[in-house]
């Protein structure tokens, strides 16, 4: 942990691939979260978080998508380093699923045209700018998201001292 701790205050480059393998061979992701400030000095993440491209013809599973129970996150501001966060899944999984299998629903029932990220909770099917032909029908390519708001729960949790 010391090592990971050596990190605060310095340059998001400076983070060891070595360090992400380690966690990723004991199932935890690594995740490099940037935030900002609003006026009010409240910190929110600046952007969603990719999880995996999605093959309309041949969806990643749950269980491949999410094969890991903790992210570990390299949390900040301007390229530096400011927050270390450990933060279990396991309790958000079940909500996960439920956008999951919405998402999944609308993919099988040929209505991915019409996904929208209000329809889900934590997990969301963001829309890329590439358009593609399903079954006859334009559909904006999609990526597996953690929506801003579920990243928001998390970087709530962080105390600040």
């Given at each position: 942990?010391?090592?990971?701790?050596?990190l605060?205050?310095?340059?998001?480059?400076?983070?060891?691939?070595?360090?992400?393998?380690?966690?990723?061979?004991?199932?935890?992701?690594?995740?490099?979260?940037?935030?900002?400030?609003?006026?009010?000095?409240?910190r929110?993440?600046?952007?969603?978080?990719?999880?995996?491209s999605?093959?309309?013809?041949?969806?990643?599973?749950?269980?491949?998508?999410?094969?890991?129970?903790?992210?570990?996150?390299?949390?900040?501001?301007?390229?530096?380093?400011?927050?270390?966060e450990?933060?279990?899944?396991t309790?958000?999984?079940?909500?996960?699923?439920?956008?999951?299998?919405?998402?999944?629903?609308?993919i099988?029932?040929g209505?991915?045209?019409?996904?929208?990220?209000?329809?889900?909770?934590?997990?969301?099917?963001?829309?890329?700018n590439?358009?593609?032909l399903?079954?006859?029908?334009?559909?904006?390519?999609?990526?597996?998201?953690?929506?801003?708001?579920?990243?928001?729960?998390?970087?709530?949790?962080?105390k600040?001292?």
């Amino acid at each position: 942990m010391d090592e990971l701790e050596s990190l605060i205050g310095k340059n998001v480059s400076e983070i060891d691939k070595d360090i992400i393998d380690v966690l990723k061979s004991i199932d935890i992701k690594a995740v490099i979260l940037e935030y900002k400030y609003k006026n009010c000095r409240r910190r929110y993440p600046s952007a969603s978080f990719k999880l995996a491209s999605i093959d309309f013809s041949n969806p990643i599973s749950f269980d491949e998508l999410f094969n890991f129970d903790k992210l570990f996150i390299f949390w900040h501001f301007n390229g530096t380093i400011t927050d270390l966060e450990l933060f279990d899944l396991t309790l958000d999984r079940d909500v996960l699923k439920k956008d999951y299998d919405f998402i999944i629903d609308k993919i099988e029932n040929g209505q991915s045209h019409n996904l929208r990220a209000g329809d889900t909770k934590f997990l969301a099917a963001k829309r890329l700018n590439e358009e593609i032909l399903i079954n006859g029908v334009k559909t904006n390519k999609r990526d597996f998201v953690l929506k801003v708001k579920f990243l928001q729960k998390i970087l709530n949790e962080i105390k600040l001292y």
